[in-house]
């Protein structure tokens, strides 16, 4: 029987032993009935009440939590996170958790260890089907105390970036518009293919977030991205030609600027975050409005789908009866090392990523014209740098 499904009260908490068990969460059977109360970092359950679930799925997230130093010291002064949201079950999830403990340390010691500020990027706007506005103010309602901010993909441009420019300028491609939203479908119908208009999208997002963080102050970017996304992403990124980057795409840690990076959910399938979110009282799943993240409103339906949908679709299914193989990709590409680069390497001038020095081969059976983009000497004919899953991105089909 797959984890997180209710189903007839005949075993006992594998973990309280006192209450029936509601839901298996992957090898175990567990209860999730009746309310918990959530104490700083640590859960306390009323005396006569467990609710190992709900303590299951909020202890993996506080540890990750705590291993990242949200916290700040007594003596000083809150520290400043963001949490990019998608309106999914994952990123709400965490918002409802971190939520918990902010309310909880307020009111045991009257001061705050970190403030939280909500982010959400619109990079549908295409879309009318999800009110995105209605959406948030739901948010707002239900967890008052934090800042938000939404903004839509073309923001990007506000911050004067040469993503535009390098992806365009590659292809002789020029668009003299003040009009943010026609530049930004310019640049993503002038790519290639499906997967690469789905992998700029998310360059850009990405690149929007951190620039966003670097002027508000930030000092730690929160992901709620689940085991189950991790493991998504740790192949489709090798299927596009980040392999050897995997550590700085999957991995807490610092990005160059100084911006610390976590995934709080990482332990977590969505499968366990989608039950969780049922469970509590009350619910989240009426703050959910995700419609899918992976940039397909700029795809016309002749398009193949995307390595992202493809990876999407395999671990949900995996994920259903095989939680453990989802769990092994991503802690196998947790072990691996990011390629060691001195203080002179090259980023890549796309998605910032370092450049990492390559063989003639490595292209594989690329357009000779791509040759000088991946070549040893990691710069393009212009004299930007660029690695080789952004040149594979943004290669013409000619």
């Not at 540890?63 to 949200?70: D, F």
């Not at 959910?288 to 339906?301: L, R």
């Not at 001038?349 to 000779?368: A, R, T």
Request: hydrophobic share 35%.
């Amino acid at each position: 029987m797959a984890e997180g499904v209710s189903y007839p009260h005949t075993v006992p908490c594998a973990r309280c032993q006192d209450l029936k068990a509601t839901l298996i969460v992957r090898t175990e059977h567990l209860c999730e009935s009746v309310r918990l109360l959530f104490f700083y970092f640590q859960l306390v359950a009323e005396p006569e009440y467990r609710r190992c679930f709900m303590k299951y799925v909020t202890t993996k997230a506080f540890k990750r939590l705590e291993g990242n130093s949200v916290r700040s010291a007594f003596n000083e002064p809150p520290k400043k996170l963001l949490l990019p949201i998608s309106l999914g079950v994952t990123s709400i999830s965490l918002l409802h958790i971190l939520d918990e403990q902010f309310l909880a340390h307020l009111k045991r010691s009257g001061r705050t260890s970190y403030i939280l500020h909500i982010l959400y990027i619109n990079h549908s706007p295409l879309n009318e089907k999800i009110d995105h506005r209605r959406c948030i103010d739901l948010l707002k309602e239900r967890f008052p105390l934090h800042t938000y901010t939404m903004l839509s993909l073309e923001d990007v441009f506000d911050y004067e970036l040469d993503i535009e420019k390098e992806i365009l300028g590659l292809q002789s491609v020029t668009l003299l518009t003040d009009d943010k939203l026609a530049r930004l479908h310019h640049l993503i119908s002038n790519l290639p293919s499906a997967t690469s208009k789905a992998d700029i999208t998310t360059i850009l997002r990405q690149t929007l977030t951190v620039e966003f963080a670097k002027q508000h102050g930030c000092q730690i970017i929160l992901y709620g991205d689940s085991t189950t996304r991790l493991a998504e992403r740790t192949l489709s990124e090798t299927a596009k030609g980040r392999g050897g980057l995997l550590p700085l795409l999957t991995a807490d840690g610092f990005l160059s600027s100084g911006l610390r990076i976590a995934y709080p959910m990482r332990d977590l399938l969505k499968k366990e975050i989608s039950t969780f979110a049922a469970v509590i009282s009350p619910p989240l799943t009426t703050l959910i409005c995700d419609h899918g993240s992976t940039g397909q409103e700029y795809i016309s339906s002749r398009s193949t789908t995307t390595i992202d949908e493809l990876m999407s679709q395999y671990f949900e299914s995996v994920e259903q009866n095989f939680p453990s193989i989802v769990a092994n990709v991503v802690r196998t590409s947790s072990k691996l090392k990011a390629p060691a680069t001195n203080s002179n390497a090259p980023s890549c001038n796309i998605c910032k990523l370092p450049v990492v020095k390559q063989s003639h081969h490595w292209g594989g059976d690329q357009n000779s014209s791509l040759t000088p983009s991946i070549d040893v000497d990691t710069t393009l004919k212009h004299g930007k740098a660029i690695c080789y899953g952004c040149a594979r991105s943004i290669k013409t089909t000619g």
